[in-house]
């Protein structure tokens, strides 16, 4: 019943909760982990909740960074019956706050985005593409009442011009997305946006 209230709370838009996907091999020394954790912790530090899959990587950096922004993470998690060679599961170091499992990758995928305002992606492998590209189809679904759709880090533009340059991508579909490079310019972003969102 928690967890109810929990996702009830996040889909009252008070406070308004952002996202972080992205790549679970990262560690602490490497440039993803840390964008993570300084976004989060800035976030935090300005009154926003935190979501994540409550793995290793960007999921654990984001947790790390929230707390250290004195922010509170829920984490959207999934127990697989035996364990997959190729899938992270739930990571002892990443001491999220609030916890809801779900039935499998696919469902935690969808509760993640759909629980959540905002969605941020960090350089990542397959995975994180998966997510890429349900937040991309899902936004698009919805647009003009769509969730804003965060990439950080300039190497995204050469990925949208590979996609554009071989797949069907109308111009619309590219312009769902914002490039931020730094964790202020996320905050910039996220907050000239909040209005608009909470309405």
Known sequence: ???????????NKTPLSVCF?????WEKNDQPYKDSFDTSKILAENGYTIVNGGGPGVMRASTKGAHAGGGKVLAITYYPSKPKRHYEGRDPENDFDMEV????????TKVMLQTTDIHIVFKGSIGTLSEFGMTWISSWIHEPDNKPIILFGNFWDNILDVLQANLLIEKGE????????SP???LTYIKSLENEIRD
């Open 174 to 181: 590219r312009d769902m997305f914002k490039i931020c490079n």
């Open 1 to 11: 019943m928690d967890e109810l209230t929990t996702l009830s709370n996040i889909q």
């Open 184 to 186: 202020e310019e996320v």
């Open 101 to 108: 499992k779900t039935m499998d990758y696919f469902d935690r």
């Open 21 to 25: 996907l992205g790549g679970s091999a």
